[in-house]
């Protein structure tokens, strides 16, 4: 069949119902984009290409559909870096098509010229780029069935002067595989394990949210043995935040319940996780790894079993599979022993620790620091982070999709959310970009038009991608609510210098001058101010009413004090030591 490149292209993603794009309109995408509206292709052109990036992160794990991220050859595409390696580590499928520069001037030297293959080489589950025109459908069929097979990124690379050429091809085939469902042997070990297991624990990772059917293979093999099942760093959607036997989120800020339960644990599944290390450092004092236990790790990628704990059993598979596999080969009295006492445990221990989550106020400081103390006296009427959120969950809806920014106040509301549903908890991932929230939220909600949504930054991560403000607004982008928690630093950063560095705040401080609502206002969105629980609960319930029934995008700026939750990575700091000095009296004059 004769056609021109484009129209080959263009077809090719119809094949695999990839409709919708993300990025900015350069010419080098222009014979492409230029048929994206006959196609049923729709555009959206952000304010920068990295939050363009992460509206598509958000689109697709939100929904699960694969969409595209595209821009301009050169520096359109470099500004993707930081949201494809974000979607690398956030196990999320996009098509990354990088125009490139024509292959008769490559090596010139020329305008907007960059090696883009070796660019994104690290960033990428899958990269081939297009050797000749008629190879264009081919390659572009090739690289999304990578990037689903992996569930990652996979990146096209075309040269320009491709595009507008007439080929004679033929259309290519999908070919789909059938996910593993682990080795025989490996099943019927776990199967053993945990059939005589007097404590089992299941953890669940992104895999049993990507896998179809993960999270309920997981839930019927808890209650078959009265598991209680706790959640990795950042996945409090892998499994319903309704039943009983949910334990939270692991790691960081996580939940005190699930980390005294799986520290009793003497056998751990962990399904669909690759057991990375934020879910399983220390939190609220309790270095909870149970050394001593069996441990099943569950992962498609062989690579990742074994990579950060000592793994009894490894099961290269499908979660969803897996589980059903192992649930199939329990013994008839798999979890009997002690399942009385082990669900009262469970009970116990939960409600110790909802009870204990609603009385917590204020952050505190470790031993020779002061700086909560001071910052509650500096402003003693402004809300403290817990105090915010409280405020927020009183007022978001459980259906909501919700996104999180890396940052210490995003970071406290760790504990706080759970979900009945999978695909519902944003987050920026391994990865830890600034600047995740709004613009992800944003793709989650072109995805799901029909569901609330509510993202959240600090006010320093939340700079990094202000300027989507400027294009959200259009008549054709969906409403969606956004809070920022303002406190006027770089919360994360200053938590560091309180322990490590003797109050030395450099490059911590942010503008107090600024007002995100009022820049809000500016760009034709509804701005509001909240300095109180009750003011932040009544203008979320109010957002989320005008997102859903007026199509009107609110930002809320929740007004808090300059609280510091626990650092990042206590495991990464340790006090500086001064061996040669440093004097300002060394410096010298440059010569020009």
Request: charged share 20%; aromatic share 8%.
């Amino acid at each position: 069949m004769k056609m021109t490149t484009e129209e080959a292209f263009v077809k090719t993603l119809q094949m695999h119902g990839i409709d919708n794009a993300f990025g900015i309109i350069g010419s080098a995408m222009m014979p492409i984009s230029d048929i994206f509206p006959d196609a049923g292709i729709k555009f959206w052109d952000c304010a920068h290409e990295t939050s363009g990036g992460m509206m598509a992160d958000g689109f697709t794990r939100a929904t699960g559909k694969m969409c595209m991220m595209i821009a301009q050859n050169g520096p359109g595409i470099t500004n993707f870096v930081t949201a494809v390696k974000t979607a690398y580590w956030n196990h999320t499928p996009v098509l990354l098509v990088t125009p490139q520069a024509a292959n008769k001037t490559i090596g010139q030297g020329g305008f907007q010229e960059m090696e883009q293959m070796n660019l994104f080489a690290d960033c990428v589950a899958y990269q081939e780029e297009v050797r000749d025109p008629s190879r264009i459908a081919e390659t572009l069929n090739r690289v999304i069935m990578q990037a689903k097979r992996a569930s990652a990124p996979a990146q096209i690379n075309i040269p320009r002067d491709f595009w507008t050429q007439v080929v004679d091809i033929d259309l290519p085939v999908i070919v789909d595989f059938e996910l593993p469902q682990g080795g025989d042997t490996a099943v019927a070990d776990a199967a053993k394990m945990l059939s005589e297991a007097k404590f089992p624990v299941i953890l669940n990772g992104a895999g049993a949210v990507l896998s179809k059917g993960g999270i309920e293979a997981s839930r019927i093999l808890a209650e078959r043995l009265d598991a209680p099942v706790c959640v990795g760093y950042q996945h409090n959607d892998a499994f319903p935040g309704n039943h009983p036997l949910f334990a939270g989120p692991l790691g960081y800020n996580g939940s005190k319940a699930g980390m005294q339960l799986i520290s009793q644990a003497d056998v751990v599944l962990c399904l669909g996780t690759r057991l990375n290390p934020f879910s399983t450092l220390p939190g609220y004092g309790i270095d909870y790894w149970p050394t001593d236990a069996k441990i099943i790790q569950v992962d498609l990628n062989p690579d990742r079993i074994g990579l950060t704990k000592k793994v009894t059993v490894g099961i290269v598979g499908d979660a969803a599979k897996v589980a059903q596999g192992i649930t199939a080969q329990l013994s008839d009295d798999a979890g009997d022993t002690n399942r009385t006492e082990r669900k009262n445990t469970i009970a116990t221990t939960k409600s110790a620790w909802a009870q204990e989550l609603t009385s917590m106020t204020e952050e505190q400081d470790d031993p020779g620091t002061d700086w909560n103390v001071r910052a509650r006296a500096a402003k003693p009427d402004w809300m403290a982070p817990r105090m915010a959120w409280r405020a927020i969950q009183k007022a978001l809806p459980v259906e909501a999709i919700i996104s999180s920014d890396i940052g210490n106040n995003c970071a406290i509301g760790n504990a706080y959310p759970s979900f009945n549903e999978s695909r519902k908890y944003l987050a920026p991932g391994l990865f830890g970009p600034c600047g995740y929230g709004l613009p992800s939220i944003v793709g989650a909600k072109i995805g799901k038009p029909d569901v609330p949504v509510v993202g959240f930054a600090g006010d320093g991560a939340f700079g990094i991608s202000v300027n989507e403000l400027t294009a959200i607004g259009r008549g054709d982008w969906p409403a969606i609510t956004q809070i920022v928690f303002r406190n006027y630093q770089w919360g994360a950063e200053k938590r560091n210098s309180t322990l490590w560095f003797d109050d030395n705040f450099v490059g911590t401080e942010l503008d107090e001058d600024v007002s995100y609502a009022g820049i809000a206002n500016a760009c034709g969105l509804k701005g509001v101010v909240c300095r109180t629980q009750d003011e932040l609960t009544e203008a979320l319930a109010q957002a989320i009413k005008d997102q859903m029934e007026n199509g009107i995008t609110t930002l809320i700026e929740a007004m808090i004090n300059q609280e510091l939750g626990d650092p990042f990575r206590r495991d990464a700091m340790k006090k500086p030591v001064q061996v040669a000095g440093i004097s300002k009296d060394d410096m010298r004059e440059q010569v020009v």
